[in-house]
């Protein structure tokens, strides 16, 4: 009997929840400052920071952007150096080496030292999220994977949920340490958290469950073996799960260019929602101070918090289904272009928020589909690498939205090009799903059985790995 369809032990359920308890929050924590970090410049450019340094629209988005060229260019060794070091280790230097970073950022005098740091950042965050993921399914079997992952994932809407009104105040205090610019100060306040969290993680994380001293010996023993287990089945069905394996499967570059799409979204959002928000004031005749632009930052991510956690667990109870990957990067693509046609700023922000939630909705899905097929040292190339292209969106998108805006004059154009690279997305997973068995969940499949077969053509499964090398 599958046991997707057994009942849940005792041990299996207290093993599961003491995961959740005990090691997601902390690396949602992670994952909140490693976020607050990388889109902090978003909240300082309308405050302050492109005026002081002169930076024009392109300048700016260039700025943003570049942080995700060093960020590619370190990712898949960083992930190597993880599964051989252990993420423990890795992920708290990951973590100190970034804070360092970011704090510069309070110090910045000119464009040129801007785009040097932010390239160096993305330098020394290389790996993080990819190396989270990987880190969380090393202690998660896939049935239980989806709910985990949403709750990790939670973290990153409630970065601005948060993080917005936070950077806000941060950038009132104008002045009060060294004299420091309010943008400058925020900068710094964002990247101390970073550094202590970090070594905190060195000795909080643990490698497997075997080393969980917070674990009784038989949930330890439950956890390891059901891991193991899994990781055998999912190497018999591929015969060899080498990196060269991971580089040359098709299935994994199809899921790095719908994650491009996605990514493209999100960060044209999230670097350039606070300018738009700023324009707002000239539109509506008021004026918003730092903690008010904040708090208007943060609303369209409530509802995207919301229907990240209720989307990921209908695909929990369901099984992972092609519509919810599919669905939300069609609503995301259609309503981003129409929120600069809203006529007010309050309908601007509810059709700003479709877009937030359809991004969110399909993510923490769409990140439970590598691990599935991939073990191993491939898995930390395959993540890293569906990371890696999927960030290309991440320069690409501040770069063309601030180079478009500036030859255009206005954002019309930027967020059809969003709503493009979204309905891209759209349309490559409808057909990676169509290439293959698309069935309905049945009671008697396991989660990994059911994702292998939506992604896979016929007879995918029995010899995925000699397929794609050819």
Do not use: C
């Amino acid at each position: 009997m599958d046991t997707a369809t057994q009942p849940k032990t005792s041990v299996e359920q207290s093993a599961i929840r003491k995961v959740a308890v005990r090691l997601v929050p902390f690396v949602a924590l992670m994952f909140f400052i490693n976020y607050l970090d990388r889109t902090a410049i978003g909240f300082a450019a309308p405050n302050g920071m492109n005026e002081d340094l002169g930076l024009t629209a392109a300048q700016f988005g260039f700025a943003s952007g570049v942080f995700f060229i060093g960020y590619i260019l370190l990712e898949v060794p960083s992930n190597l150096a993880l599964h051989r070091f252990g993420a423990r280790k890795w992920l708290a230097r990951i973590m100190v080496s970034w804070g360092i970073v970011a704090a510069l950022f309070a110090w910045v005098q000119n464009f040129e030292q801007l785009a040097t740091l932010r390239f160096l950042l993305g330098v020394a965050e290389a790996g993080f999220f990819p190396g989270a993921i990987l880190f969380l399914s090393l202690w998660v079997p896939a049935v239980h994977r989806g709910k985990i992952l949403a709750l990790f994932y939670l973290a990153q809407p409630l970065t601005t949920v948060f993080g917005a009104p936070l950077a806000g105040l941060l950038i009132q205090q104008d002045g009060v340490f060294f004299g420091l610019e309010g943008w400058r100060f925020m900068f710094l306040g964002v990247a101390i958290p970073a550094i202590v969290v970090g070594i905190i993680a060195w000795f909080y994380l643990k490698d497997r469950p075997a080393d969980a001293k917070w674990l009784t010996p038989t949930e330890q023993a439950w956890l390891t073996d059901a891991l193991d287990r899994e990781k055998t089945a999912t190497e018999q069905k591929q015969h060899h799960v080498s990196v060269k394996h991971a580089f040359k499967s098709g299935r994994v570059w199809a899921l790095s260019f719908i994650y491009f799409g996605f990514i493209y979204g999100l960060y044209a959002l999230a670097f350039f929602l606070p300018t738009i928000i700023d324009g707002f004031q000239s539109q509506a005749g008021v004026e918003f101070d730092m903690f008010q632009k904040g708090l208007i930052t943060a609303i369209p991510y409530v509802p995207a918090a919301i229907v990240l956690w209720l989307w990921s667990r209908d695909a929990s109870r369901r099984g992972l289904r092609t519509w919810h990957i599919a669905g939300p990067a069609i609503a995301g693509a259609v309503s981003i272009p129409l929120a600069l046609f809203a006529g007010s700023p309050v309908l601007t922000i509810a059709v700003i928020s479709v877009t937030a939630m359809s991004i969110f909705a399909a993510l923490p899905n769409f990140w439970t589909l590598p691990t599935q097929f991939l073990t191993g040292v491939a898995a930390a190339a395959g993540v890293a690498l569906i990371n890696t292209i999927g960030n290309l969106a991440g320069f690409s998108a501040p770069f063309l939205t601030g180079a478009v805006h500036d030859w255009t004059g206005g954002y019309e154009v930027p967020m059809f090009i969003v709503g493009f690279f979204m309905l891209v997305s759209a349309v490559i997973m409808i057909a990676l799903a169509r290439s293959g068995r698309v069935k309905v969940a049945r009671g008697d499949e396991t989660a990994e059985e059911l994702v292998i077969e939506q992604l896979a053509p016929e007879g995918e499964v029995v010899a995925a790995a000699d397929r794609d090398a050819r």
